[in-house]
């Protein structure tokens, strides 16, 4: 995806489940999770109906190789929470967002040097540039397709925003 372009995307209030793993590579073991528990309830398969949602929690630190990811899928009202799955109500928000393939960006010498995606980079100068000031609700990764292979996944950086 060599053409940047970004766009201001609000999010309404949801439901979500949500899960979480840790460690060196906790993005793979979250999303094994959130596989086993959505797939068979048929949420995977609307992804625009269930949106799929991710992001560090807690973020890298150069202390440590550990850190954690959360996935969120968005929900209605007649899950029920299960063990290992944590049923939560997101506030929405206003957010600037950007497009990038995730394979292409950890292959490049910019996360190579710097250890997160370029594209992160670019959509916070992009929103600075515009002069739109970062809001506190949670910064956001979602898939097109989270099922897709990891060569052809595409990802939508959800960078928050003030109204």
Not at 33 to 47: F, N, Q, S, V, Y
Not at 95 to 124: P, T
Request: glycine letters at 6%.
């Amino acid at each position: 995806m060599a053409r940047f372009e970004a766009r201001i995307v609000k999010l309404a209030p949801m439901r979500v489940a949500s899960v979480h793993a840790y460690g060196e590579s906790p993005e793979r073991e979250a999303w094994k999770k959130m596989e086993t528990w959505a797939g068979p309830r048929g949420l995977l398969e609307d992804i625009n109906e269930n949106p799929v949602f991710g992001f560090n929690n807690p973020n890298p630190s150069p202390d440590s190789k550990e850190y954690g990811y959360e996935f969120w899928i968005a929900i209605g009202p007649q899950i029920e929470a299960e063990p290992g799955v944590e049923m939560k109500q997101i506030e929405g928000g206003t957010y600037a967002v950007a497009s990038c393939n995730l394979l292409e960006e950890i292959n490049s010498d910019f996360f190579q040097k710097e250890g997160y995606l370029e594209s992160w980079k670019k959509i916070y100068d992009w929103a600075k540039e515009k002069k739109l000031k970062q809001a506190s609700h949670q910064a956001l990764e979602k898939p097109h397709d989270p099922r897709a292979p990891e060569a052809e996944l595409i990802l939508d950086l959800y960078l928050p925003i003030e109204d």
